[in-house]
């Protein structure tokens, strides 16, 4: 989908369509008062008060066609330019902008833009006329905390879009309801695979049994990887000193992320939000030799961050999630066939997920940031041009992104073009000179002298929860044989005659490891059959009079009409090498 922000004629329009929007609803509710609307990547939102009264998802179709009527009416949209004193007095009865004005510097200044009877505070710039918004979209309602604080008033976020003609915007919208049937929540909970209820907490999924299916597949293939290119596996700890980040530097780049410290015993703890530290840790137990580097130490890690309330989505962002983290230990000569080994594992498992839609970034600090980035000029130039030198080395294009890295050091992100919505981070490679040094970790090198090692940090698969997240919503939530929770469905043509033979095919599929379910229930074949379907199990094995006199199988594969009778053997060697081959 297009980002509204940076394309400039959308990004005017579409800020335009906010204040109509404010204008309808000051026809439509007289004392509703206004935050904020500002554009964002797919559209607009505005932030209204609207005292006792409550905008429902059926009354944005009301506020639509008032949207309609003032546009209609072709009014010019004309810019104000206003001192401090008369704006606070031109927006006296709004609380929400006299907030905004006070916190102006008296200099500035400050610009309101009039269309008829509304007149609404605003930088710009806008479209000439209320008719140049013709073909927009209320999308949704939501509530949204005034300046995003827990501890301010509650107040109704209103979400829309809008494009220069109806043929983007009935695209958009068609996208929208694909992006519906693919959305991983609604999948994940038709398909029985996670839940949440806010009893336990917003932004902390808990995985159903199908689901940890999936979740535990997804961790042995990304480990036997590991495990095959000489990766150590540890366990660590979900909780750590405070003292533990103040070292690394978390705490001073990080903390508004992380859940609050937990006093006890005198101690300050806070649950983790990465693992780097403890991996720093664990190499320091012990001193090494330049012989025994690279050392690769792999984990499975629970991790917690506090995502505001509005950033929630499923499994894909939550306050705990599994990172696939890893950090290897390294002598700067091998910095470079070691970014090359992660680069070189990274498509080798977009490969096994036919994974096509991707761009690589190198991310880099903002020079200028001098809080959010460790400050050693020379320590950055030096990773950043040796990240460069290894992706050129390597033929492998990217793009450069300034004020992306992390506060440690630059990285390469691999970035997915999702089935829904905007491109995010999937895969990623940290070099790292910073915290070696911080926690003091040495080798003894060749020459006798103890040095400092270099550090990646990488995450292939990122997390399990957003790498799961997507490939629900790629498949849509039909997985393939070897993730599938249930593989295969048996149904019993008719349980009289037909469910003794039912059974033992059952049994015998199970002993060959494969994941099975009978239904047995008194339903008619179609019935079952479309049951099958829904569920998306990717076989179906019908078993009628033929079958049991003949001693086969017959079985038909998710998406086809086709039904194939064959021998037992037959039948688990396919299965058996669907399986092999991630098909």
Known sequence: MINIKENEKLNILNHSCAHLLAHALKHLYPNAKFWVGPVIEDGFYYDVDLGDEVIKEEDLSTVEREMKKISKSDKIIKRIELSKEKALDLFKDDPYKIDLINNMDDSTVISAYKQDDFIDLCRGPHMPTTKSMKYFKLLKVSGAYY???????????????????????????????????????????????????????????????????????????????????????????????????????????YKENMFPAMELDGESFVLRPMNCPHHMMIYSNKLHSYKDLPIRIGEIAHDFRYEASGAIKGIERGRHFCQNDAHIFVTPEQIKSEFK???????????????????????????LDK?????????????????????????????????????????????????????????????????????????????????????????????????????????????????????????????????????????????????????????????KMRESVIKKIPCSVIIGQKELDNKTISYRLYGTDETITVSFDEFVNFVKEKIKNKN
């Open 147 to 253: 300046k995003g604080d827990s501890k301010n008033k509650m107040l109704q976020r209103i979400y829309g879009i809008c494009f220069e003609n109806e043929k983007d915007l009935n695209l958009y919208i068609k996208q929208l309801e694909e992006a519906k049937l693919r959305d991983h929540r609604k999948l994940g909970k038709e398909l029985e695979l996670f839940m949440s209820d806010d009893l336990v907490g917003r932004g902390l999924p808990m995985f159903l049994p199908k689901g940890y299916i999936v979740w535990q597949e997804l961790e042995n293939y990304i480990r036997n990887k590991e495990i095959s290119l000489g990766y150590q596996h540890v366990l660590t700890p979900c909780v750590g000193n405070i003292e533990l980040y103040k070292t690394s530097g978390h705490w001073d780049h």
């Open 341 to 367: 080994n992660v680069v070189d594992l990274i498509f080798d498992v977009y490969k096994d997920f036919n994974i096509t839609d991707y761009r690589c970034v190198l991310s880099l600090r903002d020079p």
């Open 371 to 527: 809080e959010k980035y460790h400050p050693d000029d020379e320590m950055w130039d030096k990773a950043e041009n040796e990240i460069r030198e290894v992706l050129n080395d390597l033929g492998i294009k990217y793009t450069e992104e300034i004020g992306e890295a992390a506060f440690y050091g630059p990285k390469l992100d691999v970035n997915v073009n999702p089935a829904v919505g905007n491109e995010y981070t999937l895969s990623t490679c940290q070099l790292d000179f910073c915290l070696p040094s911080k926690f003091d970790l040495k080798y003894v090198d060749s020459d006798g002298i103890k040095k400092t090692p270099v550090v990646l940090h990488r995450a292939i698969l990122g997390s399990l929860d957003r790498f799961m997240a997507y490939i629900i919503e790629e498949t849509k939530g039909v997985l393939p044989f070897w993730l599938s929770p249930v593989q295969i469905n048996v149904i019993p043509v008719n349980n009289e005659y037909h469910l003794g033979y039912a059974k033992e095919i059952l049994n015998e599929l199970k002993f060959e490891g494969f994941r099975v379910e009978l239904d047995d229930r008194e339903e008619k074949l179609g019935y």
